[in-house]
């Protein structure tokens, strides 16, 4: 490129930047004009106005906080109210040395550090007007305390605020859930409109569930106030609209019942209303008073719960899962039925043990001697292991699983409740999947007599209970009570199962029951109906196969759990429930009493109403 | 040798300036800076309730970016130019980072974790962007034609697309400004610059249909503030209040009451220009804006003064950026424009944006002192 050209082009390129910059610069001057037009407008010619809005008057937005739904039960029994409550509160503008008067509060009312250090990492978030409160619950003498001193705390106030009340208190806890503080995490995650004024929000349970339904939305009202911020006149004002009430299907004495039946065991109780799916009962034990949570509970009393030996912050009937034992037979039994490899009158000798062709292992029944010749129906209502493995083993696997499907198993129901856990009912597929295994057929086995790798939740077994009394149509469980009555025969598509068959199993059912050698025969006494029902026992821990013969030895040490489903009246059942009793030994001792009173209440209620 | 610097350009100046220019800062801009950083001090003072800590914590902050900015005008541009597509592509890696593994904060992805300190890539993209269209440009015929402009845009687009995802609504604008500032000094013809800007405004109801409710809403409310009256409208109405109760000459220092007693949450960072009009009044506003406006001028002339295509486009595009800040903050906070979240060049309580703007004009003072021997 000659030189000149390259010069050339360089002064050309000056040229047409320079005029760039004149562009560039006369545009600043422009924007720079309509910023000093608009600082002209506003402080010149609006000045006076904006002066007298400033000066005199102020007008303050407040927040007008809305009321949380009610929860009742399903007969109008609340469950979770608002009551008032004194509580104290910090204004940070009116309150001269925030840090200073903490310190002198701390002294004064004994709070805990940690109390003080969660209220300054509240105050961020905050508007420097808004009044923040300290403590959400003073008794009586704290207010005293504090009132004859308030003069020497300006900015600190006795204000007098709706907190959530749970009249039940541990009865409900898991089910009803609790309120607490907003932590950092759930404020992201809020819509900070919606919950500015309000403190707490649903955690657990119900509340957490149906948060956006209980949680209303908030008003507000400008306030005119004077220099000193004392209010003069509300200007504007929309009031907040209340959360909806809610009515659960769930009856609280009932609950109650359940509750008191439980003596010094853990475990969990599900009832269900057959014909709606309506959740009568849900209960996991032992609960915990929900009621220090909403007005702040402290750590010590949180860890103190939170490591306790019977982890009563655990709901067992929605996330505890557990091996359903024999509760399990009577759909082994069905699915043999169904697919004809068995009638309900076919023999099969049970010595005490059963073996797989060409291996030496003996899968052990509970009763070491074993039962002798029995019948399908005395597999069931004597609880025989070896006639289940033997069915176990003829339907194998694949059909297993499928049959059981279609009770629910391995599945969320789909409750109204966050946090359900789905159980597992192993496949072929499951087991390559979790545990990089090939099936082997002495699993098909023990997950005929439910151990192994099957686990329920005690809403689940309830669920499949109440499917099994409904003649094989699934019930969805739910916690909501619907004005609408939920139709099982119209929402819910048929089942192929032979009417015949579920006859037959539910007669062996009422056996386990109503006859001398049925495994919860003491259950007969002093009822007026007809119970169906299945005892099990599930190994808490996974045994060796070699070590079968120490089962004995773990149930008398009462390390496994008893369980107990049933149904009533058995001839047109109207409730299903699945109990489990933590180490409660054998179900028909610990288990079944508990389903007989929840059986027993409901139906003398139903029957007076 | 081209890269050494010429003494004898100093000689008819102060012992001073000519020491200043030795550690290669200029001096008037250097003024002007402090400057505003008094002010800053200033009003945070009053803003902050009269908390010492709150003033230290920001001369700290003043300190290390002004360390920033005596460093970056120790390289030489040419080695800025060596580098600017390396630092483009690190600066959009650690874009993607933050996407991916970036920490939330108020609901928008902008911070990244490196354990020892959190750093915000979308403003080191401030920087990065106008180098690589500098350089860019630089590299090939100016003015630029249709080819040049598309692959520039795309320069240009990627990092805001990926910093408007954030959201980072703000920021966005101000990358996208300062590339087309880069555009405009390269000299780019009137008819491209006009088709283009047809094309975006037909684009506007597309990138509206994108958009985060709350940017939405955020847009709404500006176009009609008293349909937040909880929210953000009242952050517009009470700015409005304070700056216009003012007046001519303002409360004086301290003595803003609608500041102090009433509902910006944000007086100290994005809000602080309100408190300022409200304390020294339209005057006070006026002597601000005239600073902005000086430094703005220097900046430009030492755009005008570089020596070469890219030192040019550089100083011009930081020098135009440096004042849509402004603009974009002011415009704001006096109900002219969106809030869109951008704080006031120097004046605002904070650390990130001051670092990155002192290393803008730490670049322009590089470039200013490292003049080279050239034949006229």
């Known amino acids: 490129m000659p030189q000149h050209f390259a010069l050339q082009n360089i002064y050309s390129e000056n040229r047409l930047f320079l005029s760039r910059i004149v562009v560039i610069f006369s545009l600043i001057l422009l924007l720079l004009t309509a910023l000093i037009v608009r600082l002209v407008y506003l402080q010149i010619s609006g000045h006076e106005y904006y002066s007298t809005q400033a000066n005199n008057n102020r007008i303050k937005v407040s927040t007008l906080p809305p009321t949380r739904g009610i929860i009742y039960d399903r007969y109008g029994k609340i469950l979770a109210e608002n009551i008032p409550a004194y509580s104290l509160e910090l204004t940070p503008e009116l309150t001269p040395d925030i840090d200073e008067t903490l310190t002198r509060l701390k002294r004064l009312l004994n709070l805990t550090e940690e109390r003080v250090n969660q209220f300054k990492q509240q105050l961020p978030r905050h508007r420097s007007f808004d009044s923040i409160p300290l403590l959400m619950k003073m008794d009586d003498a704290t207010v005293a305390r504090f009132a004859v001193m308030q003069h020497e705390y300006p900015g600190v106030d006795i204000h007098a605020r709706l907190i959530r009340h749970y009249p039940y208190g541990k009865i409900g806890a898991h089910l009803v859930g609790y309120v607490g503080r907003i932590n950092e995490k759930e404020l992201k995650a809020l819509s900070e409109t919606d919950y500015k004024g309000t403190h707490t929000l649903g955690k657990t349970g119900i509340e957490k569930t149906y948060e956006s339904e209980l ?24 009031p907040p609209t209340a959360g909806k009430d809610l009515q659960l299907s769930v009856d609280i004495e009932l609950q109650r019942i359940a509750s008191h039946a439980f003596k010094n065991h853990s475990g969990a109780v599900v009832a269900i209303e057959i014909a709606t799916g309506d959740i009568l009962t849900m209960l996991s034990y032992p609960g915990f008073d929900p009621n220090p949570f909403s007005s702040g509970i402290s750590t010590t009393a949180y860890n103190a719960l939170q490591h306790s030996d019977q982890k009563p912050l655990f709901d067992r009937a929605l996330r505890g899962q557990y091996p359903p034992g024999s509760t399990l037979k009577p759909f082994i039994g069905l699915a043999g039925l169904q697919f004809g490899l ?221 369980l107990f489903i049933a149904f009533a009246p058995a001839k047109s059942p109207k409730i299903a429930v699945a109990v489990i009793v933590e180490n409660g030994g054998h179900g028909g001792t610990t288990a079944a009493p508990i389903a007989k009173k929840i059986i027993t209440a409901y139906l003398n209620k139903n029957a007076a109403l | 040798m081209i890269n050494e610097t010429r003494p004898e350009q100093f000689e008819n100046h102060s012992p001073a300036t000519r020491f200043l220019s030795r550690i290669h800062l200029d001096s008037l801009l250097l003024a002007g800076l402090l400057l505003l950083s008094l002010l800053s001090l200033l009003i945070l003072y009053s803003t902050s309730g009269q908390h010492i800590d709150t003033l230290l914590r920001q001369a700290t902050r003043i300190a290390i970016a002004f360390s920033a900015m005596l460093l970056i005008a120790q390289i030489h541009p040419n080695h800025i130019k060596r580098y600017a597509i390396n630092l483009y592509l690190i600066g959009i890696a650690l874009l993607l980072a933050v996407l991916f593994f970036g920490e939330i904060g108020k609901g928008a992805q902008r911070w990244l974790d490196l354990g020892f300190f959190r750093f915000q ?221 951008v704080p006031l060049p120097l004046i605002s309580y904070g650390g990130t944006s001051m670092v990155t703007l002192l290393i803008g004009f730490g670049i322009l003072m590089s470039i200013h002192t490292h003049k080279s021997l050239l034949p006229h």
């Open chain 1, 342 to 562: 068995t009638q309900i009158n076919t023999t099969l000798f049970c010595p005490g043990y059963y073996q797989l062709p060409n291996v030496s292992h003996r899968y052990r029944d509970w009763k070491t001697w074993g039962h002798g010749l029995v019948t399908l129906n005395d597999a069931i209502v004597q609880s025989c292991d070896v006639y289940f493995y033997d069915l176990a083993r003829t339907l194998g696997i694949d059909r297993i699983h499928q049959f059981l499907g279609q009770f629910g198993f391995g599945q969320k129901t789909g409750i109204d409740l966050i946090g359900e856990k789905s159980g597992t009912l192993p496949s072929r597929a499951w087991k390559r999947q979790h545990k990089k295994l090939p099936w082997y057929p002495g699993e098909t086995l023990i997950t005929g007599i439910g151990q192994g790798f099957m686990q329920t939740t005690p809403l689940q077994l309830a669920v499949a209970t109440a499917t099994l009394a409904n003649q094989g149509i699934l019930v969805k469980p739910h916690l909501l009570k619907q004005d609408t009555p939920f139709n099982n025969n119209s929402t819910n598509p048929k089942t192929d199962l032979n009417p015949t068959y579920i006859r037959d199993i539910i007669n062996s059912m009422i056996n386990v029951v109503h006859t001398p050698k049925g495994t919860a025969y003491k259950l007969s006494k002093n009822i007026a109906f007809k119970i169906a029902g299945k005892t099990g026992t599930a190994q808490v821990f996974t045994v060796k196969q070699k070590e079968k013969y120490d089962a004995k030895k773990l149930t008398s040490k009462l390390l496994d759990h008893a």
């Open chain 1, 215 to 238: 949680h209303g939305s908030p008003g507000h009202a400008e306030i005119e106030t004077n220099a000193q911020l004392r209010p003069i006149k509300t200007l504007k004002s929309e």
């Open chain 2, 121 to 341: 890539p979308s403003e080191m993209i401030k920087i990065t962007t106008p180098i690589a269209i500098a350089w860019y440009f630089s590299e090939h015929s100016i003015p630029p034609r249709w080819k040049e402009f598309f692959i520039a845009s795309l320069l240009v687009a990627i990092p805001t697309i990926l910093i408007a995802k954030q959201p980072d609504l703000g920021t966005a604008i101000l990358i996208a400004s300062s590339g087309a500032a880069v555009f405009f000094f390269a000299g780019i013809s009137w008819r491209i610059i006009l088709s283009s800007c047809s094309v975006l405004i037909a684009l506007l109801p597309v990138l509206w249909h994108f958009m985060h409710d709350y940017q939405r809403a955020r847009v709404l409310t500006f176009l009609n503030p008293e349909s937040d009256p909880l929210g953000k409208g009242y952050h517009i109405i009470q700015s409005k209040i304070a700056i216009g109760s003012g007046g001519l000459y303002g409360k004086g220092w301290l003595a803003s009451t609608q500041a102090k007693l009433d509902f910006l949450p944000e007086r100290s960072t994005d809000f602080i220009f309100a408190v300022f009009a409200e304390e020294f009044g339209l005057w006070g506003c006026l002597c601000l804006l005239f600073l902005y406006l000086l430094i703005t001028l220097r900046a430009l002339y030492i755009a005008v003064e570089a020596q070469d295509t890219f030192s040019r486009l550089l100083a011009g595009s930081l020098s135009f950026t440096f004042f849509v800040y402004v603009f974009v903050n002011i415009g704001m906070v006096i109900g002219l424009l969106p809030v869109v979240g």
